[in-house]
């Protein structure tokens, strides 16, 4: 049992991917209804009181402008910048290294991942995924794929998904930290690169992982279409989601 | 802290997945102040736009506010960064009409389009 003064860390990850093409900007920058991108879910991160720590997984040429963002739009909210690495997992990895001596002191007993191109995270989420969290060991978010069907190798429709077996993962994902630091531990010493923080948790430990209904509105920015329409949940919303 | 260059564009490049095309490629974003105007896909030309009058509307509300509370915004960068703010205010204030000209040109374009209709 952790102390009872114990603490959520969140990793939002912001350093990863880069363009092929020279100029171009990393999409959590982007301007997105008077903030940035990543401002967004830093602030509903920050709006969370059992969130004590904030790290933000930054390309070393974005530095300086994350922390002129840092600096004009979320002031007073303390967020450490760490540099990311070529991969998510590394850039998790790096992360998770930076708290490892809080999490072994105790004062962090969950680790909170979320992506910083899914800006229209809510406060409620947050707070249900860190009680499963700590409830189970870990807790991932996601939407039925009602959509989905398996097809042969023929292209023939074999046989269609109830939607209750298969779920859209979305992020922040949570797990207890001592699960998180061993596993990415373990990962390293086996040359293991996840693709998502769950891959190397269920690899590396016995943590059960729950899933946690999802949010329809927290969209990933993947399409041009899903600026405008973030832009549009946004202000629907009042420029804070519950 | 001297502003990054990219902190005041109107315009944006970032690589963004083309419903027309399918590729992950570099795309064009024009911004109306606050607002996203247009989006273009440099490979196959896709747009995707705000429609013109919601947009203009949309501009003009948000410029409003905008102007309400900059004067808030203004004191507040004075009260955290008191010397930035005094060696930055000139050039601030010598640049803010070419900067509003051209945040605003997506509207104006649209305008213009309209009325040689």
């Known amino acids: 049992m952790n102390p009872p003064h114990a603490t959520v860390a969140a990793v939002v990850l912001a350093g990863g991917g880069g363009s092929r093409f020279g100029g171009a900007h990393n999409k959590v920058y982007l301007p997105l209804a008077g903030r940035r991108v990543v401002s967004w879910s830093l602030m509903a991160l920050a709006r969370v009181p059992e969130i004590s720590r904030i790290i933000l997984t930054v390309r070393p040429e974005d530095r300086e402008l994350a922390a002129q963002i840092l600096d004009r739009e979320l002031p007073g909210i303390a967020v450490t910048l760490i540099d990311g690495g070529d991969t998510r997992h590394t850039s998790e990895h790096n992360a998770i290294r930076h708290l490892e001596p809080a999490v072994l002191a105790g004062e962090i007993d969950v680790i909170m991942i979320h992506d910083g191109a899914r800006p229209l995270i809510a406060p409620s989420l947050i707070c249900s995924i860190i009680d499963v969290a700590r409830e189970v060991g870990g807790a991932v978010p996601g939407l039925p794929a009602t959509d989905v069907v398996e097809v042969d190798g023929h292209d023939r429709v074999r046989d269609r998904f109830s939607g209750s077996t298969l779920v859209r993962v979305q992020t922040p994902q949570a797990f207890r930290a001592d699960r998180v630091v061993a596993a990415y531990a373990a990962a390293a010493a086996d040359g293991f690169t996840g693709s998502d923080t769950s891959s190397c948790i269920e690899r590396f430990t016995d943590a059960a992982i729950r899933h946690v209904p999802g949010d329809e509105r927290n969209i990933k920015l993947t399409y041009p279409q899903d600026l405008f329409m973030a832009e549009q949940i946004l202000a629907a919303s009042g420029y804070s989601l519950k | ?117």
């Not at chain 2, 990054?4 to 944006?12: G, K």
């Not at chain 2, 083309?18 to 196959?44: D, I, K, P, V, W």
């Not at chain 2, 900059?70 to 009260?79: D, I, L, N, S, T």
Request: aromatic share 4%.
């Open chain 2, 1 to 117: 802290m001297a502003a990054d260059p990219r902190w005041a564009d109107s315009t944006h490049h970032v690589d963004l997945v083309c419903r027309q095309c399918g590729q992950s490629e570099l795309h064009e974003l024009r911004y109306a102040g606050r607002l996203l105007a247009s989006s273009t896909c440099l490979n196959c030309g896709a747009v995707v736009k705000h429609d013109e009058s919601d947009l203009r509307r949309a501009y003009l509300k948000d410029l409003e506010g905008r102007l309400r509370t900059k004067p808030g915004r203004m004191a507040k960068r004075a009260v955290r960064h008191p010397a930035a703010f005094v060696t930055q205010l000139p050039y601030a204030i010598l640049r803010k009409p070419a900067r509003l000209l051209e945040e605003a040109k997506p509207v104006l374009a649209g305008l213009l389009g309209a009325h040689q209709r």
